[in-house]
Nanobody, 116 residues
């Protein structure tokens, strides 16, 4: 069955870095654009970063220049490198694979907490 498993969350001080990984199984990973979303307490889930099948990337304005999304198709894995973290980056981060008419899959989420 389809699985997306995120790892790499944790507690970090402001200005620090974390790298999230999401490993997929059960669907043709290389055929899907991949996304990272986040949801902070009391807020709506927001799109943080996207990487297309061709490797093109796009970022929310709030993380541009600090976060980097990448993918390694041979390992069915997408990454989110997060640098210069701020307390407002605190959220549960979710990995998403979405391709209309093919499927829309979500991971279970990983908590990122940035202390000031």
């Amino acid at each position: 069955q389809v699985q997306l498993v995120e790892i790499g969350g944790g507690l970090v001080q402001a200005g620090g870095s974390l790298r999230l990984s999401c490993t997929a199984s059960g669907f043709p990973f290389s055929g899907y654009p991949m996304n990272w979303y986040r949801q902070a307490p009391g807020k709506q889930r927001e799109l943080v970063a996207t990487i297309t099948r061709a490797g093109n990337t796009n970022y929310a304005d709030s993380v541009k220049g600090r976060f980097t999304i990448s993918r390694e198709n041979a390992k069915n894995t997408v990454y989110l490198q997060m640098n210069s973290l701020k307390p407002e980056d605190t959220a549960v981060y979710y990995c998403n694979a979405n391709r209309p008419a093919w499927g829309d899959y979500w991971g279970q989420g990983t908590q990122v907490t940035v202390s000031s």
